[in-house]
């Protein structure tokens, strides 16, 4: 059943921010309402309201909604016209395709001053004898009935036969809630007899299940346990109610019936029916489906990305250590994402999804860390490699830059013997930190200036001055 909520008023409600006390137009057709409800509540501003294509039986709760102009109720199971006094502004009804059979019901609307336009067609009143000229003369402010406009002659002339108009109009009405009567009756009768059948259905004894008191034999799969052939013939049972299921499905929209009140809400119920039995069959093939292996079972782990996540993985010699970095959602939340570190493997569940990766090389799980970027979300995995020395990045540059120049070398050059580094137990294992400024200090030498060329007398651009001191 369906019915209005506060959560179905605010989806429907995004035009005005989601906030429905000043909201002036609402659309809630085709949700399968049963019962008009808590709009006059919530909803005072209204001014255009559509219910149409629903299942609301009755006009009500609507009676406080003093700024409502248009009033959709078209494809509903309405009877009667009632309940409408109080929309005072109320300009537009569509009534159309109901079950409307008193219509000596439109006289409720003569309250309602400026109601112009007004629409009957598909309902059973449309199709008495006087319908017309009837609604005409019981509404003076009517301008538009049914898409057709009055005519003034057309009035004068329905106000001059009103009496004898309004006599066939209430045997007619009489003769249609006898009809009404004796459809509602009909309908009850189905009801209780499916009831019955159902009941009949879960009783011990029927359709296979075993009654003591009935005489019948035991079922196959009670005679023995360990006979063989009773979870194929339980199969088969299973197998055979399937096509009887479309059977009954099939016989249910080829049956004629009535086009009433009852007839739309039984439809309604098998179509519930249909999409419930749906679901449970639907969630049957998803817990049927097998879980997706990550292990074989050597013991190999598989490359597994259910996740579909962009990812780059780096072996960073530098550091001895390889790098995994995850292209996980932006704005996911972390409490979603688990990390799991193996020597030989890296899993990491994304949403319950697994994302698995083997490594090209041993690593230590303990030493591993991963974090993930506040900008793009991405998650960064270090996994430092097992059995190897991490180094400060500096010394481990030189050393590669060594032995890319020693591969230059001439091969002379390689075949001298290596340098070690000798170690004296003796002394301290770490560093004099307090001398090192010391040892690399000098002591600083005067620089003695280089022997000056005295001229020669006999250079011919040699001039004695005698007022010039001599230079030493």
């Known amino acids: 059943m369906g019915r209005i909520t506060e959560d179905l008023v605010r989806r429907n409600a995004e035009h005005n921010d989601c906030v429905i006390f000043s909201l002036e137009e609402l659309s809630l057709h085709q949700q399968e309402i049963e019962r008009l409800e808590h709009i006059d509540r919530w909803c005072r501003d209204l001014k255009i309201l559509y219910l149409q294509n629903n299942l609301i039986g009755k006009i009500e709760n609507v009676g406080k909604l003093k700024k409502l102009e248009y009033l959709n109720l078209a494809l509903n199971n309405v009877e009667k016209i009632e309940n409408l006094e109080g929309c005072e502004e109320l300009t537009k009804l569509d009534l159309t395709v109901n079950f409307i059979g ?89 009801l209780r007899e499916e009831l019955e059948n159902k009941e009949k259905e879960n009783r011990p004894g029927f359709e296979g299940h075993w009654d003591p008191g009935s005489g019948a034999t035991l079922p196959p799969s009670a005679e023995s346990k360990d006979h063989p052939q009773a979870p194929d013939i339980q199969g088969g049972e299973r197998n055979h ?22 007839s739309r809400l039984e439809t309604l119920r098998h179509m519930e029916k249909q999409r419930r039995d749906q679901e449970k069959l639907s969630e049957k093939k998803k817990k049927v489906k097998p879980p997706r292996t990550l292990i074989t079972e050597d013991g190999r782990a598989l490359n597994v990305n259910e996740p579909k996540l962009d990812f780059s993985l780096k072996d960073d010699e530098n550091r001895h250590q390889i790098i995994l970095d995850l292209a996980v959602y932006r704005y996911m939340d972390t409490s979603l994402i688990h990390v799991d570190v193996q020597p030989t493997y890296v899993r990491v569940m994304v949403k319950g999804k697994p994302f698995q990766l083997a490594l090209p090389a041993e690593v230590r799980p303990d030493s591993s860390s991963a974090r993930r970027s506040q900008t793009t979300g991405h998650l960064v995995i270090c996994m430092p490699k097992a059995g190897e020395v991490i180094t400060g990045g500096r010394g481990t540059h030189t050393s590669v830059r060594s032995t890319m120049d020693s591969s230059r070398e001439q091969p002379d050059k390689r075949s001298k013997p290596t340098e070690k580094l000798e170690v004296d137990p003796s002394k301290h294992s770490f ?28 250079d011919p651009d040699f001039e004695d001055n005698p007022e010039v001191p001599p230079l030493i």
Request: hydrophobic share 30%; aromatic share 6%; with cysteine.
């Open 102 to 190: 008193e219509l000596s019901s439109v006289k409720t609307l003569r309250g309602n001053v400026h109601l112009r336009e007004l629409f009957l067609m598909g309902n059973p009143c449309a199709d008495f004898e006087g319908y017309r000229p009837f609604v005409v003369a019981a509404l003076p402010q009517l301008q538009c009935l049914d898409g057709k406009e009055i005519e003034r002659s057309e009035r004068i002339q329905a106000l001059q036969n009103l009496p004898a108009v309004e006599q066939r109009i209430r045997e007619q009405e009489r003769a249609h809630c006898l009809k009404r009567a004796r459809e509602k009756q009909e309908a009850q009768r189905k």
């Open 431 to 458: 560093p004099d930190v307090a001398n090192i400024v010391q040892g690399a200090r000098h002591t600083p030498r005067r620089v003695r200036p280089a022997p000056g060329v005295m001229p020669s007398e006999e």
């Open 241 to 262: 109610r399937k096509p009887e299921d479309g059977e009954d499905d099939l016989e249910f929209w080829n049956k004629p019936s009535l086009f009433t009140p009852e």
